[in-house]
């Protein structure tokens, strides 16, 4: 490890300048009691808006980043001790706007909307988001890890807040008002880091207040402004939030001819502790009104990761969930919560009786992270009532680097006699340095963690360490990453040990000055994996070569080649069919494909994607045609449909299938408070065809009425799994 440590403080040492702020500051500034003064309707016409100073002067992110924006934006800001208020005028070619739909928490790239960045603690890392658009929809979010990449970005986070828009023949304005309280910051603090992005799709432009350049993510902390707060904040003088709710059901099992009906009753406890931390309590959580996970098809050997949907693991959820690698080694994926194996290996719920979680800033440059969380007992499904704890710390170095370190503690209650030793407890521990350089040119990641089970001496250890380099026209990635066989985490997500892997990435950028084109690569991805307890040998390789292009109409198009060798150590089925011949263990298989990609304007009323892949499939072949369609029927309706066909095509013996994965989505919103949403997903891979529709009534803010309904079959033999109705209502209490 000596060469990875000493290259990482050598980078450090280079990297460590001053911020690009880009020169730009606004004035916040303090008027007493603004509350009772401003009407909330969109419409600046209040005489403090005029004396509010602006920031303006916006850059253009795409097609160029050199040139200012053609279509400007201004932003005022004013506050008093309870709140921040944001006055916010856009300039546009028109009033033909493109939304997705009235419902809150929108995506914003294919859409019109502005969205405002605030750094609050000044450290490049973490920021809160705010976004609106023309018909006065809004969203929020966090942003975390620099917003290097999509991992660090989530829109899932909510929080009271309000505002309103007006349309006008060539431009809209917006009214925000945002509780201080919505925001963490230390108290006296004179400046926050800002930026602001915009998307404009009559435009086909993009912009932002501190000038980025297009190598960096649009909403990356590397490159902000500063607004100045005319005096000093306050301490914030947060309310304990009650969120109770009651949730009626009726479940009925249709193929065991079984039905009952239940009533839950639970809640939510936010409390802030002063200006920088939250502590969560919850008791007896029901999730019933949360979106069912997108299914995929799955043809490989590993488990697949699915995104968190669950408000209560969300705000601060990077200081538990980022350590170690997210591909390969996660210690820390908060899905396993809640959920167990049956006696027969199915994945079932298994119901969490209540916990805690306390997060936030302890100063200005450490961070801290605890839960417990109880899960219940399952006699009949031999599962145990687990406890479920994390601590994690963080502390910034340098200009935006960290070290981190956590231990995490999963401990088996009871006696029963399925509960063996060596799965009474399993405990990780580890220290990561994530290395962020200030003008985001080097990122990277060293990590060691070891797990402890009883009976588990050695091979216990993970270890990785990653770089990346990213310019204008060059990018590098490297990384490696070791896993002991016997390196265990209950709560984590490791697809599979006793590996050691080796990554790399070069890839060569191009930025013509003209034609249709606006910037395309060339790049080369190998990918090799050894096994450490087979003498190192080697158990898979992919080596990927790849064209990409991104064009100034905003259509995308990649074409890549792909060479894979793979040997397998176990029998493996590609297709998955029940009951067929497996491919046999200690069998190795070279084979190759073409892939390409395209994608159209995603502005558009009607938008799609498509991608074809064709080639060699371990000792057979492979033909998938994967593809996504869009259509908007603004502002009321949003229809989507995913579609999945994949033909493995394997010699005789062995199996051959046709593999369908079919998923229409229709929401619509009737008003910026009632919204119906429903998925149909057929997959013949999982045998399973599954209705979800959900209807929530926002009756008031962030408190809500949901009427939720299940329908599950099997495609086989299209027979009857399980139906399920949730009505649910939960409300938001001040007190």
């Not at 403080?9 to 916040?28: E, M, N, P, Y």
């Not at 062995?654 to 994965?661: E, K, M, N, T, V």
């Not at 997903?681 to 529709?693: K, L």
Request: proline content about 3%; glycine content about 6%; charged content about 20%.
């Amino acid at each position: 490890m000596r060469f990875p440590l000493l290259a990482t403080c050598l980078l450090c040492a280079l990297s460590i300048r001053s911020q690009d702020q880009s020169h730009k500051t606004i004035t916040v500034k303090y008027i007493p009691d603004l509350a009772k003064e401003i009407t909330l309707d969109g419409v600046l016409k209040e005489s403090f808006w005029q004396e509010a100073e602006s920031a303006e002067n916006f850059w253009q992110y795409f097609p160029v980043d050199s040139v200012q924006a053609k279509q400007q934006s201004r932003i005022k800001m004013l506050f008093d001790d309870e709140n921040l208020y944001i006055g916010i005028s856009v300039q546009a070619a028109g009033r033909n706007y493109a939304i997705q739909s009235l419902q809150r928490d929108f995506r914003a790239g294919n859409s019109d909307n502005i969205t405002l960045l605030f750094d609050t603690f000044n450290d490049g890392n973490n920021a809160f988001l705010f976004g609106t658009n023309p018909y006065g929809v809004r969203r929020e979010g966090l942003v975390s890890g620099g917003g290097l990449d999509l991992s660090g970005f989530t829109i899932s986070w909510d929080v009271k807040w309000r505002g309103e828009s007006q349309i006008y023949e060539n431009h809209y304005t917006s009214e925000l008002i945002i509780p201080l309280t919505s925001f963490k910051f230390r108290e006296g603090e004179t400046r926050w880091r800002f930026n602001s992005y915009r998307f404009d799709t009559q435009s086909n432009e993009s912009s932002t207040w501190a000038r980025i350049p297009q190598n960096q993510n649009i909403y990356g902390l590397t490159f902000m402004g500063e607004m100045v707060f005319e005096k000093p904040l306050g301490r914030s003088r947060t309310p304990m939030a009650l969120i109770p709710y009651v949730n009626t059901g009726w479940f009925s099992d249709r193929e065991a001819d079984q039905a009952e009906s239940s009533v839950k009753f639970g809640g939510d406890v936010k409390v802030s502790i002063g200006n920088s931390m939250n502590l969560d309590i919850t008791a007896n959580p029901d999730f019933s009104q949360v979106e069912v996970d997108d299914q995929v098809t799955n043809l490989t050997r590993f488990e697949v990761s699915l995104p968190e949907k669950r408000q209560f693991f969300i705000d601060n959820n990077d200081l538990f969930a980022g350590f170690g690698d997210d591909r390969d080694a996660n210690p820390f994926f908060s899905r396993r919560i809640g959920i167990a194996q049956d006696t027969a290996g199915n994945t079932i719920e298994n119901s969490i009786l209540g916990g805690v979680r306390l997060s936030g800033k302890l100063n200005q440059k450490l961070r801290l992270g605890f839960f417990s969380i109880q899960t219940e007992a399952d006699v009949a499904n031999e599962i145990a009532s687990n406890n479920n704890s994390m601590l994690a710390l963080q502390h910034l170095v340098f200009s935006r680097s960290n070290i981190g370190m956590f231990i995490i503690n999963r401990q088996s209650f009871g006696n029963e006699d399925f509960i063996t030793p060596e799965n009474r407890y399993n405990r990780v521990a580890g220290i990561d340095y994530n290395l962020i350089s200030a003008d985001n040119v080097w990122s990277g990641k060293y990590y060691i963690h070891k797990s402890f089970n009883e009976g588990v001496n050695d091979n216990d250890w993970s270890a990785g360490a990653s770089m990346r380099f990213n310019s204008r026209n060059w990018n590098g990635f490297t990384k490696w990453v070791y896993l002991g066989e016997n390196f265990d985490s209950d709560l984590g997500f490791v697809r599979r040990t006793d590996i050691f892997k080796g990554v790399g990435n070069i890839e060569r950028v191009f930025w013509p000055q003209s034609g249709f084109i606006n910037n395309h690569s060339f790049s080369i991805i190998p990918v090799y994996t050894w096994r450490p307890s087979a003498d190192m040998q080697n158990t898979d390789y992919t080596i990927r070569t790849r064209w990409e292009a991104r064009f100034r109409n905003q259509q995308q198009m990649q074409i890549q080649w792909t060479n894979d060798y793979t040997y397998l150590f176990d029998s493996f089925d590609p297709t998955g069919t029940d009951g067929a011949l497996e491919l046999p263990a200690d069998s190795e298989y070279y084979y190759n494909s073409l892939d390409m990609q395209y994608s159209s304007d995603q502005r558009r009323i009607f938008a799609y994607r498509v991608q074809t892949t064709y080639g060699d499939f371990f000792n057979g072949e492979r033909f998938s045609v994967e593809g996504s369609t869009t259509l908007r029927i603004q502002p009321k309706a949003f229809i989507s449909m995913q579609l999945n066909y994949d033909r493995i095509s394997l010699p005789d013996p062995y199996p051959s299938a046709d593999i369908w994965l079919v998923a229409p989505k229709i929401e619509l919103t009737f008003s910026k408070s009632l919204f119906l949403s429903t998925l149909v997903q057929y997959s013949n891979q999982r045998d399973n065809f599954g209705v979800n529709a959900r209807l929530q009534w926002r009756f008031a803010p962030l408190s809500d009425l949901f009427l939720v309904y299940t329908d599950n079959y099997y495609v086989s033999r299209f027979s009857p799994r399980f139906r399920t109705i949730n009505l649910k209502l939960t409300y938001w209490l001040n007190i």
